[in-house]
């Protein structure tokens, strides 16, 4: 079933949008957040992959919501807001961490399907039980096993597990290196993260290197400056059909006709390196949907995962400076921050003609992508806080802040 939701505050709004406002270290974080992210169970290792942080770059995770939402980040806080901040220098001699993490993973048992021959037979007997009459067409040929015609009969008398063929164990790797140390002026911590996942199914993977710098400097008793610097490469390699509505490769491989070839074998019973895409089956065969941008009908599943490619690249770099100054010490206080967001992302997508096994006169045969983005955002904002001593049993907090 679906995952279960968390909303901090409410499940609609004005603007149809009910995700939580994320800030990292101070400022807004803009990301897409995927609609079957489960806030209710996630941890640091789930915000990790979805902000792109290495999770043992994260200090701590809190929730501010209602009133202390609204309070410091106005309207856009209006559900929620989850404030992550990053590990910063200690003070201290150097201290070198490294820490690693692995796991595998498998996909759960799948139903019982049925092999080439009984799948042949089945077919067979639908024929005679509705009293038709098989033909003699190609399509009849493929489950005639008739050893005098060697092409099809090798090609069209197997016991081909399509879901076996494109399954894997996944497995991943995440390592994680920091230094960090300090004295009285200036503190610091560096860290490099490299996380490799390959997914359950061939030709599924995520990569990610990562490498964050926060600096801190104590310039005099009222002036405090920070400098923080992070870096994130990304490359995700997805199947090709990938949307909702496609006929996506796990799906192909329940259906496919299993008395089929992975491999192409030639008219003397010898197989090939070839995948075996033929353009049509009994099946029926690929079809591409131009006007709805949409992979449907049927295909060879290991072809289709291993042949098409689906890769997302991806670069990020953001630059955070804060200054803080005590105006009047332990009372009234000034803090400024500029970031800088740099993001690039590149997707290519490509299908080859053996991954379809189209005709090459077909508009869809090596029919590629490729789509390049670019963004740079600027954020400032600078708040006044002024917190008087009023006593034993009261406190006055006020501010004022400016954000662009």
């Known amino acids: 079933g679906a995952p279960m939701q968390i909303r901090i505050r409410g499940t609609s709004s ?53 009133a202390a939402a609204t309070a410091v980040w106005g309207s856009r806080a209006a559900n929620g ?35 080439g021959n009984q799948y042949s037979s089945l ?41 076996e063929s494109i399954t894997r164990i996944g497995y991943l790797q995440d390592h994680n290196l920091s230094i960090s140390g300090g004295g009285e002026k200036a503190k610091y911590r560096a860290s490099v993260n490299y996380f490799n996942q390959n997914g359950t199914t061939v030709g599924t993977s995520l990569g990610r290197l990562s490498a964050r710098v926060n600096l801190d400097y104590t310039v005099s008793t009222k002036i405090r400056f920070s400098a923080d610097i992070a870096y994130t490469h990304i490359d995700n390699k997805n199947l090709y059909p990938s949307g909702s509505r496609d006929a996506n490769v796990r799906d192909v491989a329940y259906t496919k006709m299993p008395n089929q ?8 019973g010898n197989i090939t390196s ?30 289709m995962a291993l042949a098409a490619s689906n890769q997302q690249l991806g670069e990020r770099i953001i630059p955070k400076f804060s200054l803080q100054y005590q105006i009047i ?23 080859p003609q053996v991954a379809t096994g189209r005709p090459f006169s077909e508009a869809v045969v090596n029919y590629a992508g490729d789509s390049d983005g670019d963004s740079f955002t600027m954020a400032t904002n600078i708040t006044l806080a002024y917190t008087p001593t009023l006593g034993k049993n009261h406190d006055l907090i006020t501010f004022a802040r400016f954000d662009s």
Request: net charge negative; no cysteine; proline share 6%.
């Open 329 to 351: 010490p332990d009372k009234l206080r000034l803090n400024a921050n500029f970031q800088a967001d740099i993001n690039n992302t590149k997707v290519k997508k490509f299908l």
């Open 14 to 66: 004005i603007n149809g949008a009910v995700d939580p406002l994320i800030v990292v270290d101070g400022m807004p974080y803009d990301i897409t957040i995927p609609s079957d992210f489960n806030f209710a169970t996630s941890d640091e290792n789930n915000y990790g992959q979805l902000l792109n942080i290495a999770p043992s770059d994260i200090k701590d995770i809190s929730v501010l919501k209602d």
């Open 261 to 268: 070839a992975v491999y192409e074998y030639d008219e003397y």
């Open 81 to 115: 807001v989850l404030v992550i901040n990053t590990k910063r220098g200690v003070l201290g001699p150097p201290s070198i961490s490294y820490n690693f993490k692995g796991s595998y993973s498998k996909q759960p048992s799948a139903i019982p399907m049925l092999t």
């Open 123 to 163: 077919i067979l007997e639908e024929f005679y039980n509705a009293g038709r009459q098989f033909a003699t067409s190609d399509f009849a040929k493929q489950f005639q096993y008739d050893r005098n015609d060697p092409y099809n009969y090798y090609n069209y008398s197997n016991n081909t597990n399509w879901l």
């Open 274 to 303: 070839n995948y075996f895409s033929p353009a049509t089956t009994a099946q029926g065969g690929f079809v591409y949907d131009f006007a709805n941008s949409r992979v449907l009908g049927t295909y060879n599943p290991l072809a």
